[in-house]
Nanobody, 124 residues
Framework: QVQLVESGGGLVQAGGSLRLSCAASGRTFSRYAMGWFRQAPGKEREFVATISWSGGNTYYADSVKGRFTISRDNAKNTVYLQMNSLKPEDTAVYYC?????????????????WGQGTQVTVSS
């Protein structure tokens, strides 16, 4: 079992930055690939970024590539999402998720554990 708690969301102006954190419980955190997803009002949940268990492999949605950076600190059981050059269309609830499988995935159904989400609002 892994429990995930996101933090760091808030209101920011377009062009600004935020860093989201996702703290995980459990001693097996380092065995999981981790991902960030987001869901805007009236839209389906979408993939944002993922990172392998070691941190050596990452992958991003085209919409955030070059602006967002995913990282992890296995000693702190935490995964981060640094978000720069934010746009109004980045407004959403952001969720972190844990995937026990090998490798990384953009598919939400590969992820077994989810946090409650943190709201990010970008004003124009």
């Amino acid at each position: 079992q892994v429990q995930l708690v996101e933090s760091g969301g808030g209101l920011v102006q377009a062009g600004g930055s935020l860093r989201l954190s996702c703290a995980a419980s459990g001693r097996t955190f380092s065995r999981y690939a981790m991902g960030w997803f987001r869901q805007a009002p009236g839209k389906e949940r979408e993939f944002v970024a993922t990172i392998s268990w070691s941190g050596g492999n990452t992958y991003y949605a085209d919409s955030v590539k070059g602006r967002f950076t995913i990282s992890r600190d296995n000693a702190k059981n935490t995964v981060y999402l640094q978000m720069n050059s934010l746009k109004p269309e980045d407004t959403a609830v952001y969720y972190c998720a844990a995937d026990p499988g090998l490798g990384i995935s953009v598919y939400a159904d590969r992820y077994d554990y989810w946090g409650q989400g943190t709201q990010v609002t970008v004003s124009s």
